[in-house]
């Protein structure tokens, strides 16, 4: 059975840090181009961050650049996001997603990705 567990999100404070996972199982992660969206109340979910298969080419969204580093371990078959500097409106609920290999190239369409974890709560707030 094919699954994605995302991991570590939790309440911090503006300015902190968190590190995202996204494990993979029954599957490998390596052919794939693997990314993250966010989803908060009443808003639609949109793209973070993607990596390729390489892991050699990222992409951002404009509000997470310099602050957001996508990263990946295939040994251990995980993606991370690391976020800094965090701000309320980075809280949202996190996804990650494994892009259809229709694609080549990283994506931030939802449309294009075929499989979803459950997600994990991030809530910045003093």
């Known amino acids: 059975q094919l699954q994605l567990v995302e991991s570590g999100g939790d309440l911090v404070q503006p300015g902190g840090s968190l590190r995202l996972s996204c494990a993979a199982s029954?599957?490998?992660?390596?052919?794939?181009?693997i990314g993250w969206f966010r989803q908060a109340p009443g808003k639609e979910r949109e793209g973070v961050s993607c990596i390729n298969w390489r892991g050699r080419s990222t992409i951002y969204a404009d509000s997470v650049k310099g602050r957001f580093t996508i990263s990946r371990d295939n040994a251990k078959n995980t993606v991370y996001l690391h976020m800094n500097s965090l701000k309320p409106e980075d809280t949202a609920v996190y996804y990650c997603?494994?892009?259809?290999?229709?694609?080549?190239?990283?994506?931030?369409?939802?449309?294009?990705?075929?499989?979803w974890g459950q997600g994990t709560q991030v809530t910045v707030s003093s």
């Open positions: 997603a494994v892009q259809s290999t229709t694609w080549s190239v990283c994506g931030d369409t939802p449309g294009r990705y075929d499989y």
């Open positions: 029954g599957f490998t992660l390596d052919s794939y181009n």
